[in-house]
């Protein structure tokens, strides 16, 4: 039988407080979502001023991330290359820069998402949680 890493309370906890403390270094009002290897909602937080669209929008770049086992980037990129029918994949509704897997021993354990800010400035702050995880 195979064992793998999970994500707990608290890395969830230190995950959205690390993405939080970047976002708010930055002065960027966005929402960040972390989800477990199959895409469930483990924790999420809107920022004061984040546009309610965003708290929609965050978990989606996390699920598409934990269900691809990549960057949500590599979606976006597919589609804007001209790879249009991906559009009709299921369950992947949030092809947009800034969902990143979390990633233990080469095994995704799940992801975070952030919508609010530019697709960049959105995944710099995924990975500044992320990074939380040591």
Known sequence: MKTKAVLGLD???RILAAA????Q?????????VVDDGGH???????DGAAPL????????ART???GRRESKVYEDMINGGRTSFLSAPLLQGMLEGGVPILIDGQVIGAVGVSGVTSAQDA?????GI????
């Open 11 to 13: 890395d969830i906890d």
């Open 131 to 134: 990074a939380a995880l040591g």
């Open 65 to 67: 991330s934990a269900l």
């Open 54 to 61: 965003s708290s929609y929008i965050a978990p989606e770049k």
């Open 25 to 33: 270094a930055n002065q960027w009002a966005v929402s960040i979502a």
């Open 20 to 23: 939080r403390a970047e976002a």
């Open 41 to 47: 909602l483990l924790g999420q937080i809107r920022l």
């Open 124 to 128: 710099q702050i995924a990975k500044a």
